[in-house]
């Protein structure tokens, strides 16, 4: 266990660095009760920055004495310090630096049951909507998310916060091409399902029973006529009085649950 002073930095700077996005191959997890889900779900614990206000309580004082048996390079700060690495404006009390989950293609086709049901986010550009999705798909029983390129990190700070814990237990395939998704899910035939408020046919009266693909698109503008027109089957979430649209997570979660209901049914 090592005492951080502001004199020895070299572990914030990397930090730093995590929560910003520029170390590719690490996370930044912030908070006790992520902190627990990453312990618990078996990723690669590389550093854990703690204050010593949080090692001193019951909850905090057991994690960090648990990490620390497995041989995880421990650091305890100020809270000052522990501030000026926090991506809330208040620190939680610890930050773990862990491996960043990789999933393969490969890996996680093999993830996958015979009937999988799957989250396909195209381009969205909020990490807490991202978040949000996740969350829901693993409660909804989806087997996985596919999180195309120009979509925001699942594994971004923001975005594990609004997962709470869900990204380290779902398989996540990220930076895949929107053709290659569509096309991996043609060849396994699962049925590919999108919003469109355009569509003539309700989310509820199509066929869930199956393998099935749940896309969905910006939160801006969706997906594009070219886009929609490469899935199977486009369905529309009706509206009452003068609402144009829904957020693109309770959508995706109206979504995920009809399908989950017909499923079990």
Request: charged residues 25%; proline residues 4%; contains cysteine.
């Amino acid at each position: 266990m090592t005492r951080i002073t502001s004199r020895d930095n070299s572990l914030l700077r990397h930090a730093r660095a995590v929560r910003d996005g520029k170390v590719t191959d690490s996370i930044f997890v912030e908070g006790l009760r992520l902190a627990e889900e990453a312990a618990d779900s078996g990723l690669a614990i590389e550093a854990v920055i703690y204050s010593e206000e949080l090692a001193q309580k019951e909850r905090g004082g057991r994690l960090i004495r648990d990490l620390e048996q497995d041989s995880v390079t421990l650091a305890s700060v100020s809270e000052k310090l522990l501030q000026s690495i926090s991506y809330t404006k208040t620190p939680q009390g610890i930050v773990v630096l862990a491996g960043r989950p990789s999933v393969a293609p490969d890996l996680f086709t093999d993830r996958q049951p015979e009937t999988p049901l799957l989250v396909i986010l195209h381009r969205l550009n909020n990490p807490v909507n991202v978040g949000a999705i996740v969350r829901t798909a693993e409660a909804a029983g989806a087997t996985g998310v596919i999180a195309t390129a120009g979509t925001a990190d699942p594994f971004s700070p923001k975005s594990l916060r609004g997962a709470m814990g869900s990204a380290f237990r779902l398989p996540i395939w990220t930076g895949v091409d929107y053709g290659q998704a569509i096309d991996w899910c043609h060849r396994r035939r699962i049925q590919t399902v999108c919003a469109d408020v355009h569509s003539h046919e309700k989310y509820n009266e199509i066929e869930w029973r199956g393998a099935a693909a749940i896309i969905m698109g910006a939160e801006s503008d969706g997906l594009s006529a070219a886009e929609i027109a490469m899935t199977d089957k486009a369905v529309k979430i009706p509206m009452q009085g003068r609402t144009e649209s829904l957020n693109v997570a309770v959508a995706a979660g109206i979504l995920l649950y009809e399908a989950s209901r017909y499923r079990q049914a």
